[in-house]
């Protein structure tokens, strides 16, 4: 089952707009990732965070690794069109490296 | 900078058949995952190597065998087709070195489409 929940599921906003989506967990993480995938495409690595607490920007995005290492968000400011893709938080327990979770993903539209 | 290399990008097959996706890690990556992505779904594990050695395993069906070669190049092989095998498969390497920052990102190829009909 799904041990990752992302939310929200989809976002239609419009250009220029700030966007937050986050992910919850009932398990302990040591990493968290956030990758952005396109259709047909693989994911592709937006942030990577290590500690708790730890805030890591990437340009217009931002994202925070919770201090109860059971949660993460991710912030878009000032979207623009090529924003639209579905982003998916990821992560690893603490007792399975050799296993990457990934969430439901929160599907994004970014309108003019 | 070198990335993941999958092959074939598809593959159409019949029920039944037998498929066989390859994948050539980033030089000096120790680890291999593989993932199965179903329409709209998130991807789902299916099996990772350690330096050659079966590392974790997820959602595998026993009909997939994977293994990771002495040149680090891995195979997942799928026996006895099913169509609900049809996906893009998502072949991932990484670096493991406990939580040093650059460790354990995932980096993934560009996958294979498998379509059994």
């Known amino acids: 089952g799904q041990q990752l929940n992302q939310s929200p599921q989809s976002m239609f906003i419009q250009e220029g707009e700030d966007v937050s989506m986050n992910c919850t967990s009932s398990?302990?993480?040591?990493?968290w990732l956030w990758y952005k995938q396109d259709p047909g495409e693989g994911p592709v690595l937006l942030i990577a965070l290590y500690k708790a607490g730890e805030l890591t920007s990437n340009g217009r995005l931002t994202a925070q690794f919770g201090i109860t290492r059971k949660d993460s968000f991710l912030n878009i400011s000032a979207s623009i069109p090529s924003d639209v893709g579905i982003y998916f938080c990821a992560g690893h327990r603490t007792d399975s490296w050799g296993k990457l979770q990934f969430g439901a993903g929160t599907q994004v539209v970014v309108t003019p | 900078a070198a990335g993941v290399i999958q092959s074939p990008r598809h593959l159409i097959k019949e029920k039944r058949e037998t498929a066989t996706l390859k994948c050539y890690p980033i030089?000096?990556?120790?680890?291999v995952y593989w993932y199965q992505q179903g329409p709209g779904q998130d991807p789902q594990f299916l099996i990772s190597?350690?330096?050659?050695?079966?590392?974790d395993k997820g959602s595998i069906p026993d009909r997939f065998s994977a293994q990771q070669f002495s040149d680090y190049h891995s195979e997942l092989n799928m026996s006895s087709l099913e169509l609900g095998d049809s996906a893009l498969y998502f072949c991932?390497?990484?670096?493991?070195?406990?939580?040093?920052?650059?460790?354990?990102?995932?980096?993934f190829g560009a996958g294979s489409r498998l379509t059994v009909l």
């Open positions: 030089p000096r990556h120790d680890t």
């Open positions: 190597f350690y330096e050659k050695m079966q590392s």
């Open positions: 398990s302990i993480f040591n990493t």
């Open positions: 991932a390497s990484s670096l493991r070195a406990g939580s040093s920052t650059g460790a354990n990102v995932l980096t």
